[in-house]
């Protein structure tokens, strides 16, 4: 409830301290208890005012078990979350939600999350009417607000989905948010399958809405093309914890974590130099095996024996530039490759 919230002393919108989040732990009356998954194993992250932070990692390490737990549909296992001062975490999801409804979630298919027998005003207006707002005509102005804030025609209230571009799709799925006035958005691969010009003017629109709205994203992508492009700051996730956070160009340019330096070198899309020799080596373990110590240490190129043994904390490189590797310091930082 609001008023068991505490506050803290913190300029972050978001803070996140410690968080796990176990999926699929089965307690059967008989046969073997499944210990399940650690999707979020101990992420620690912060979210300015204002600011877009790339998340980014390969399929299957947490990305968006981490966002359903930060919106609280999925309830953590462990750890604190600090939404504007508030603490917010330890609640059963309904809870969870109401607590949190400042952080709105834009699907990763925003044709899948609308009801195609519905207008889109009403799928829009829908979010309203579940917060209680009971005036017919207030909720419809807001949905008319809202479409033209995302540069759609307001008649297009009357519409439904299959009469709908992609382009047009992604923007009514942030409309859907915006009714909702949220203060974070967290997007899921919100570009993925689009071409590259529709993509362009979804990035611009969101550069634009954060500017005027005031908000502030959790951009989710494995397009690290996409992720340079509008980021302030990019996250590295492997296998349920943050490697390396930093400043985007830090990131781009200097990356210290062998594992970001390994998605660099393998991103197709990247006009920059690639950094290591040899990518990513072999496919990337189960989340549900992690290996001990550094969970990256298996396909990593430059693990000693102290790699299998203790798990890396994060340490300042300097400033925001922040990375989980035992090694970091004796790994040259690569040499800046020339970005245009
Ligand atoms: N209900 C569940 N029970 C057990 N394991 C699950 C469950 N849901 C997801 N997982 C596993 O948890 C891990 C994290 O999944 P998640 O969907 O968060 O990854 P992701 O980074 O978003 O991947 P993608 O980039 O493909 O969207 C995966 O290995 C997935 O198989
Ligand atoms: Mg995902």
Redesign the pocket.
């Known amino acids: 409830m609001m008023a068991a919230a505490t506050t803290t002393e913190s300029a972050a919108l978001l803070q996140v301290r410690n968080l796990v989040t176990v999926?699929?732990r089965h307690r059967p009356l008989v046969g073997r208890r499944s210990p399940?998954?650690r999707?979020?194993d101990g992420v620690d992250l912060e979210i300015a005012p204002g600011e877009i932070l790339g998340l980014v990692?390969?399929?299957?390490?947490?990305?968006?078990?981490?966002?359903?737990t930060l919106l609280g549909v999925q309830r953590e296992t462990e750890g604190g979350i600090v939404l504007e001062g508030r603490t917010v975490d330890g609640l059963e999801p309904q809870q969870a939600r109401r607590v949190r409804s400042d952080i709105q979630y834009v699907h990763?298919d925003p044709g899948a999350a609308l009801d195609p027998w519905w207008s889109i005003g009403r799928s829009l207006e829908e979010g309203l009417t579940i917060r209680g707002n009971r005036s017919a005509a207030d909720r419809q102005a807001r949905v008319r607000r809202a479409l033209g804030e995302v540069g759609l025609d307001p008649a297009m209230a009357g519409r439904y989905p299959h009469e709908l571009s992609g382009g047009q799709l992604r923007r009514v799925g942030i409309a859907r948010i915006l009714v909702l006035e949220p203060r974070l958005v967290i997007l899921?691969?919100p570009t993925a399958g689009l071409d590259l010009s529709v993509q362009a003017t979804v990035l611009r629109l969101l550069r634009d809405l954060r500017s005027r709205l005031g908000l502030t994203y959790l951009f989710?992508s494995?397009d690290l093309a996409v992720v340079r492009r509008l980021c302030d700051r990019v996250a590295i996730?492997y296998l349920?914890r943050i490697v390396e956070t930093a400043p985007t160009d830090q990131v781009f340019g200097a990356p210290r974590h062998p594992y970001t330096r390994a998605l660099l070198a393998a991103s197709p899309r990247l006009d920059s130099a690639p950094v290591d020799q040899v990518p990513v080596l072999g496919e990337p373990p189960?989340?549900?095996a992690i290996p001990p110590g550094c969970a990256f240490h298996p396909r990593c190129r430059h693990a000693e024996p102290q790699c299998a043994r203790s798990r890396p904390e994060s340490e300042p490189v300097d400033g925001r530039h922040l990375v989980s590797c035992l090694r970091w310091r004796d790994l040259t930082p690569d040499p800046t490759p020339s970005v245009t």
Do not use: F, N, W, Y
């Not at 990692?57 to 359903?68: D, I, N, Q, V, Y």
């Open positions: 999926l699929g399940g998954v999707a979020v990692g390969e399929s299957g390490c947490g990305k968006s078990t981490l966002a359903r990763q899921d691969e989710i494995h996730m349920g189960k989340p549900g």
